[in-house]
């Protein structure tokens, strides 16, 4: 399969001038990536990107009351793309045809009416208010996600329970997994990574997944591979850009991932841990999906990447570099209620699945939450530290400023990270990580929400109060809702998440 590159930006807004169909794309405070939909000619079209179209903000979660409502979507010129016509349906693609016009997909920015400026709780003016402050100090921050996933065959909401108790609970079925029908090779648990062709039921699907995304995204896939979960577990990930670029990238990733999903009549899942056993929380299930994330600093004058050291012996990892992990540590348990922001989140950060449990760094050591990579050497260009605590049910505008506020935190205040740990964590003795000051995450959404609360100065300059207040706001009431439930309610709330 050939990738070609997608149609300039200049070509892409040529196309739309003749098109009467515009999908309008911006995110809600909690991450969810909606769609408006406009119609016009050449002149209104003009017209939209000159002043915007109205929105409820009401409406979406996080925006605003009923009294005041009225908010504007102005396009991000620079997002302008052509809808990828593979994702329509046979209905719309045949509508398009004959009226011999194209969908466009630009990303826009929220505003308030009235010219009032910016809607300070939409998530992307966060990153945006992040990259003016990096401009402004000479910095450009480069970050890499890889965004993991489930592709299923079905989520039965109708299952009939098995117990005594009777009723209805969700139900995954995969044909990857042990007694489906037509499964030929099943995926052991835990037996996934990079499964062979003959066991991989995900291949083509990757394959397809990343022409659409270079080819009308300009989205450049590095590796797709399938993961160590069985159930149909996938990452795909992509070139490292700047931060707005990069939390952009991430939402059409999943909005592409769940549309050819749909259009193999499969259920694309992005919960932290859908495959979790609450009675046997510690052997059971399978690996959950994180969004592992890679950052490097650099400087804007000198083009150089302030993380990498040639001295350094022991991962070539400069000062600046360990000032900044210094703040990821300092301020994991409050930074956790951002990038692992659901109930689910928790049931994935437990020992014996890969996932980051234990706050401490270390060169390629995959049990701390903060890896030094280390595949290559003398490369100052690939030199980065990967956070690995996120996962994809967070919003990746906040995600991603969250994490750089932290590191930025650390190097503005000089905070030493402690001494590496380059040991298997998981199987040091409690007494051990004591005596070395490893602390753990916080167990549950609740404990990072108190741990927010406590500490978010370090965010403030990027942050307004507004949309903080409103996230955790929004987060106490998901606490509220879903704490204590059962793994299959769970499932009913956060399977589109």
Same mark, same amino acid.
């Given at each position: ?9 200049? #070509? ?10 515009? #999908?309008? $794309? ?34 979406? +979660? ?7 409502? %009225?908010?504007? @979507? ?20 045949? !509508? ?6 194209? @969908? ?13 400026? $910016? ?8 990153? !945006? ?14 970050? &890499? ?38 499964? +030929? ?13 003959? #066991?991989? =039921? ?15 995204? *300009? ?31 991430? !939402?059409?990733?999943? %909005? ?5 999903? /749909? ?19 510690? %052997? ?34 400069? #000062? ?24 689910? =989140? ?5 020992? &014996? ?12 050591? $995959?049990?701390?939450?903060? $890896? ?34 932290? &590191?930025?935190?650390?190097? /503005? ?25 490893? /602390? *753990? @995450? ?10 927010? /609360?406590?500490? *978010? ?11 903080? %207040? ?14 204590? +439930?059962?793994?299959? !309610? ?8």
């Amino acid at each position: 399969m050939s990738f070609t590159r997608s149609n300039s930006i200049l #070509q892409g807004e040529k196309n739309a001038i003749d098109t009467g169909f515009v #999908q309008l $794309r911006y995110t809600d405070v909690l991450g969810k990536f909606l769609a408006k939909y406009v119609f016009g000619n050449k002149q209104s079209f003009e017209s939209l990107f000159k002043i915007g179209i109205g929105l409820d903000g009401s409406s979406v +979660k996080g925006f605003s009351s009923i009294d005041e409502s %009225d908010m504007l @979507l102005m396009p991000d010129r620079s997002t302008i793309r052509i809808f990828p016509p593979s994702l329509l349906s046979l209905t719309e693609l045949s !509508q398009l045809s004959h009226s011999n016009k194209e @969908l466009l997909a630009v990303i826009a920015d929220v505003y308030q009416g009235f010219n009032e400026g $910016r809607l300070v709780r939409d998530p992307r003016y966060v990153s !945006q208010l992040m990259e003016e402050h990096l401009i402004e100090n000479n910095l450009t921050c480069q970050l &890499g996600p890889e965004v993991e996933c489930f592709v299923f065959d079905n989520i039965m909401f109708n299952h009939k329970c098995s117990n005594d108790k009777g009723g209805y609970e969700p139900k995954i079925i995969s044909s990857e997994q042990f007694g489906t029908d037509g499964c +030929k090779y099943p995926i052991k648990r835990k037996g996934g990574y990079d499964a062979p062709p003959f #066991q991989d =039921s995900l291949l083509e699907f990757r394959f397809e997944v990343a022409e659409i995304l270079r080819k009308y995204f *300009s989205i450049d896939v590095t590796n797709l591979n399938h993961e160590v979960a069985s159930c149909g577990q996938i990452e795909i990930n992509f070139t490292h850009s700047t931060l707005t670029k990069a939390a952009d990238s991430v !939402q059409i990733y999943k %909005d592409v991932v769940r549309n050819v999903a /749909k259009r193999y009549n499969k259920v694309a899942n992005f919960m932290p841990k859908p495959l979790f056993d609450i009675n046997n929380p510690l %052997d059971g299930g399978d690996n959950g999906s994180g969004m592992h994330t890679s950052i490097s600093l650099w400087n804007n004058s000198s083009n150089t990447n302030l993380f990498y050291d040639s001295d350094d012996y022991y991962a070539e990892l400069s #000062q600046i570099g360990r000032y900044f992990i210094g703040g990821l540590i300092e301020h994991a348990n409050s930074l956790a209620a951002i990038v692992a922001p659901t109930i689910n =989140s928790y049931h994935r950060l437990i020992p &014996g699945f890969e996932a980051p449990v234990y706050v401490a760094w270390g060169k390629g050591n $995959r049990s701390a939450i903060i $890896r030094i990579p280390i595949n290559e050497r003398n490369n100052s260009e690939s030199k980065r530290i990967e956070f690995r605590a996120p996962d994809p049910a967070s919003n990746p505008y906040l995600a991603f400023s969250g994490i750089v506020a932290a &590191g930025l935190d650390g190097i /503005k205040n000089a905070i030493d990270p402690g001494s590496s740990t380059d040991e298997n964590i998981y199987k040091m003795s409690d007494s051990k990580r004591n005596s070395l000051g490893i /602390k *753990s @995450l916080p167990g549950s959404l609740r404990e990072s929400l108190d741990a927010l /609360k406590s500490d *978010s100065d370090y965010l403030k300059k990027y942050f307004p109060d507004e949309l903080l %207040d409103t996230f955790v706001i929004l987060k106490n009431e998901e606490v509220a809702i879903v704490q204590d +439930k059962s793994i299959a !309610q769970e499932l009913m709330f956060y399977y589109d998440i």
